[in-house]
Nanobody
Framework: QVQFVESGGGLVQPGGSLRLSCAVS????????LGWYRQAPGNERELVAG???????KYAESVKGRFTITRDNIKKTVYLQMNTLKPEDTAVYYC???WGSGLNSLRVLRSSWGQGTQVTVSS
């Protein structure tokens, strides 16, 4: 069964940076597109960034130019480098894997989620 273990969150001041990591097990990691998602209180979970198996990427408009998603197929880990953080980036961040390899396959995700990692941007 697929498992996601997110880490790297914390409290950071506006303008600061964090690097999130998500270790994935239980799937053929290199074959699947991966995504980072976030959920703020009272909001639905949303896609923040996605990366295909051949490392094409896409980003939510709100994070373009500030966040970068990367993957390490040997370590079976997906990363999210977050720069110039804003208070509105405050949320619990999760990763998940698609059933397919392309970015469009991120429309359908695995049913299980990790515990997430809390990111709080505040002065």
């Amino acid at each position: 069964q697929v498992q996601f273990v997110e880490s790297g969150g914390g409290l950071v001041q506006p303008g600061g940076s964090l690097r999130l990591s998500c270790a994935v097990s239980g799937i053929t990691f290199s074959d699947n597109a991966l995504g980072w998602y976030r959920q703020a209180p009272g909001n639905e979970r949303e896609l923040v960034a996605g990366i295909s198996s051949d490392e094409n990427t896409k980003y939510a408009e709100s994070v373009k130019g500030r966040f970068t998603i990367t993957r390490d197929n040997i370590k079976k880990t997906v990363y999210l480098q977050m720069n110039t953080l804003k208070p509105e980036d405050t949320a619990v961040y999760y990763c998940n894997a698609a059933w397919g390899s392309g970015l469009n396959s991120l429309r359908v995700l695995r049913s299980s989620w990790g515990q997430g990692t809390q990111v709080t941007v505040s002065s």
